[in-house]
């Protein structure tokens, strides 16, 4: 069976299913794409590279190490979803660890990363592994905070000078410290993976299309896929299905009947305002700390025109009681409460959103006094996360195969989506759907910087955000390392 003979069906547009359906329509595979929304991407929301999973001391060093060479393999491969701005890391006093705690890792994470440039020089896409993380006591904090602040940084001291002078220093350890740990545009992805896709000859997008059953074919292994659209219902053979469904994941395991063990968790961000800021190029600023307590993990996202995107891991911000749900013995399909369905399905009610919002800006002010007059600047960016297996600290998961041509995406971080893709592709050489010596992450042809910029705009205020969240916080990467 030649490649252009394969029907691929692939459920779900999010970053796995889209990055699997990039990939293999760009080898010539027959691919369909259904996603049940207008646009896709519209999952849950992200905003990091995790290059070496710095925001989870929790996780071991070897998931870090993962989340480090999928980062980098994420950036050379999308380049044009990267907001090119470090990240500062700093512990509160009440923190029950400390700065130096954090040292062994990041010298792990350096020298891998060298490592990784040594093997290929493409590699080099996070600065030189020298500058792969820098420490800053509270005199040079105080240095910094004489200087003006730059419009354009180019090198970490000038990245670090509008943290000086809004942080308060007796609230955090010193020392503090700048990782080269960059951002990614959500509204950004969403257009650029819409343009690559519609390019493709051998791509089919059938978008407000949900799939509602599932069959194997009496005639193959393949599988009849049933799906309504327009209040019409169809129903197509494919040779193999990539179920990429989030949080809707165990659905499909059930109507084939596979075994399963997974969480779902629904999580939110929240959208601030913060007058005064605008012409200020911050770095992210992540306040650690214990996970579920009145203390939890703080961060702070900068996006164009005074507009942050805000995390506080409370259960009174981005955490929520009983948001998180495992899978029963008798469905693999965890149960979300219906007012979590409700928010996701319908929207938020303006009260919860204000309260949460200024529960966030509250939380983040305890180290940014000033930070206290920013307001709500739009809902809340929000959704519900697949976990596999039973650990909701999980930070690196791809794919299994619980069934004959039948792959289940896992992913937790989305620079995993790559090597998701790669772990079915290798199913899809044993099948004979390609050969063993394909490129699979063959160049892309990536769209139009006006072009993407103009409809990642028009996503980000089709649904209600303010297109400050669809621009990278600088225009073009900055040689600043």
């Not at 596979?258 to 999580?267: A, D, L, Q, R, W």
Request: proline residues 6%.
């Amino acid at each position: 069976m030649s490649a252009s003979e394969v029907k691929i069906a692939i459920i779900g547009g999010g970053v796995a299913g889209c990055s699997a359906a990039l990939c293999f329509a760009n080898l010539g595979l027959d691919v369909t794409l259904f996603e049940k929304e207008k646009t896709l991407i519209s999952g849950p929301p992200w905003c990091h590279l995790h290059a070496g999973g710095n925001l989870y001391r929790e996780i071991p060093d070897a998931q870090c190490v993962s989340l480090l060479k999928q980062s980098i393999d994420f950036v050379r491969f999308y380049p044009f979803v990267v907001d090119y701005r470090p990240t500062v890391i700093a512990l509160p006093l009440v923190d029950i660890s400390t700065p130096e705690s954090l040292l062994p890792r990041l010298d792990l994470l350096a020298n891998t990363y060298r490592q990784l440039i040594k093997t290929d020089a493409r590699n080099e896409v996070l600065g030189k592994p020298e500058h792969y993380y820098k420490l800053y006591t509270r005199q040079k904090l105080e240095e910094l905070k004489e200087k003006d602040t730059v419009s354009l940084p180019q090198n970490l001291d000038e990245w670090m000078i509008p943290v000086a002078k809004i942080i308060d220093p007796n609230t955090i350890q010193f020392p503090l410290i700048i990782v080269q740990e960059y951002g990614l545009n959500l509204f950004r992805m969403a257009a650029g993976m819409a343009l690559m896709l519609e390019d493709l000859p051998s791509m089919t997008v059938q978008t407000q299309s949900i799939v509602h059953d599932v069959q194997q074919n009496v005639h193959s292994d393949g599988w009849n896929i049933s799906y309504t659209k327009e209040s019409i219902s169809h129903t197509q053979t494919f040779d193999y299905l990539i179920n990429a469904a989030g949080f809707r994941t165990g659905k499909i395991d059930d109507l084939l009947g596979v075994p399963c063990k997974s969480m779902v968790e629904f999580k939110a961000s929240y959208v601030s305002h913060w007058e005064g800021s605008k012409e200020v190029r911050f770095p992210e600023i992540v306040f650690h700390g214990e996970r579920g307590t009145p203390q939890g993990m703080g961060q702070f996202t900068p996006y164009p025109n005074g507009y942050f995107q805000l995390h506080g891991m409370t259960h009174d911000i981005t955490l929520f009681e009983e948001g998180l749900v495992s899978n029963t013995p008798f469905s693999c399909q965890p149960q979300l409460n219906q007012a979590f369905i409700e928010k996701i399905e319908q929207s938020w009610t303006e009260q919860e959103t204000v309260t949460r919002t200024k529960a966030a800006i509250s939380h983040l002010s305890q180290f940014i006094p000033s930070f206290l007059s920013a307001r709500v600047g739009a809902k809340p960016l929000f959704g519900a996360q697949q976990i596999p297996g039973g650990d909701p600290t999980l930070r690196v998961a791809e794919v299994s195969f619980p069934h004959v041509r039948y792959a289940r995406c896992e992913i937790v971080k989305v620079s995993s989506a790559l090597d998701m893709t790669a772990a079915i592709a290798q199913e899809f050489v044993k099948l004979g759907y390609l050969e063993a010596d394909t490129e699979l992450f063959t160049q892309i042809l990536h769209p139009n910087e006006a072009t993407l910029n103009v409809m990642a705009k028009t996503i980000a205020q089709n649904r209600g955000y303010p297109e400050g969240l669809a621009q990278r916080n600088i225009s073009d990467k900055q040689e600043y390392l």
